[in-house]
Nanobody, 123 residues
Framework: QVQLVESGGGLVQAGGSLRLSCTMS????????MGWFRQAPGKEREFVAAISWNGGSVSVGNSVKGRFTISRDNAKNTVYLQMNNLKPEDTAVYYC????????????????WGQGTQVTVSS
């Protein structure tokens, strides 16, 4: 049984930072590209960032480019999302995603989802 467990969400003031973590169990972590999506109330799920199985390829969404960084540690079966200079519009539930088809910004190409972690940025 595959599990993606996110942690690190919370409440932060605008301009602050958070680091999200997502740990996979039940599958070979290094077989998957990993990514992050987010969904704000009343909005569609939005691509944030993705990273290839070995970290050699990275894709970042335009709305977070230059502020968010994705990385992974295959020895720990964990992917990270470092979020800097947070803005109120970054407020959303952040979902970890695993894809066997490579780096993707498409939610329909995600094989597994985490349960989500709330990030709230106050102004």
């Amino acid at each position: 049984q595959v599990q993606l467990v996110e942690s690190g969400g919370g409440l932060v003031q605008a301009g602050g930072s958070l680091r999200l973590s997502c740990t996979m169990s039940g599958r070979t972590f290094s077989s998957y590209a990993m990514g992050w999506f987010r969904q704000a109330p009343g909005k569609e799920r939005e691509f944030v960032a993705a990273i290839s199985w070995n970290g050699g390829s990275v894709s970042v969404g335009n709305s977070v480019k230059g502020r968010f960084t994705i990385s992974r540690d295959n020895a720990k079966n964990t992917v990270y999302l470092q979020m800097n200079n947070l803005k109120p519009e970054d407020t959303a539930v952040y979902y970890c995603a695993a894809s066997s088809t490579g780096v993707t910004s498409r939610s329909d190409r995600v094989d597994y989802w985490g349960q989500g972690t709330q990030v709230t940025v106050s102004s």
